[in-house]
C-alpha cells in the first residue's frame, strides 16, 4: 500500500510563495505519475498539475499556469509544488495523488493513491 503524506501549507498573503511537499511510503513511485489536486471551500477537487514518472513532461490548470511549478525527486521518493504570486483564490486544501500510469491525467478517478491533504490560505 501506498501512503502519501503532504507538508507546507500554511497562512500567506497575496503575491506570495509556499512550496507544498508530499512524501510517499510504501513502496517506490518512481514509476509513476504525480499528480496535485485542490478543494476550496464549496467547490469539488479539481486538477492543479502533474508530472511525469521521469519528470520530463508537466502538465497545469489553466489558472496555475505561468506561477505554479510541479517537481518531483524520486531519489527521495517525494514530490512537490511550488507556488509563487498566490490569489485569494488559490485557497483551498490541496492534495497530492499518484497515478498507476505514466501519461499526464487530470480527472480524479485515475489517480489510486491521495494524501490528506493540506490547507492553503492567501489573505491579508
Known amino acids: 500500500q501506498v501512503q502519501l503524506v503532504e507538508s507546507g501549507g500554511g497562512l500567506v498573503q497575496p503575491g506570495g510563495s509556499l512550496r507544498l511537499s508530499c512524501a510517499a511510503s510504501g513502496r517506490s513511485l518512481s514509476i509513476w505519475t504525480m499528480g496535485w489536486f485542490r478543494r476550496a471551500p464549496g467547490k469539488e477537487r479539481e486538477f492543479v498539475a502533474a508530472i511525469t514518472p521521469s519528470g520530463g513532461a508537466t502538465d497545469y490548470a489553466t489558472t496555475v499556469k505561468g506561477r505554479f511549478t510541479i517537481s518531483r525527486d524520486n531519489a527521495k521518493n517525494t514530490g512537490y509544488l511550488q507556488m509563487n504570486s498566490l490569489k485569494p483564490e488559490d485557497t483551498a486544501v490541496y492534495y497530492c495523488?499518484?497515478?498507476?500510469?505514466?501519461?499526464?491525467?487530470?480527472?480524479?478517478?485515475?489517480?489510486?493513491?491521495w494524501g490528506q491533504g493540506t490547507q492553503v490560505t492567501v489573505s491579508s
Open positions: 495523488a499518484v497515478a498507476r500510469t505514466i501519461l499526464l491525467v487530470r480527472t480524479n478517478s485515475e489517480y489510486h493513491y
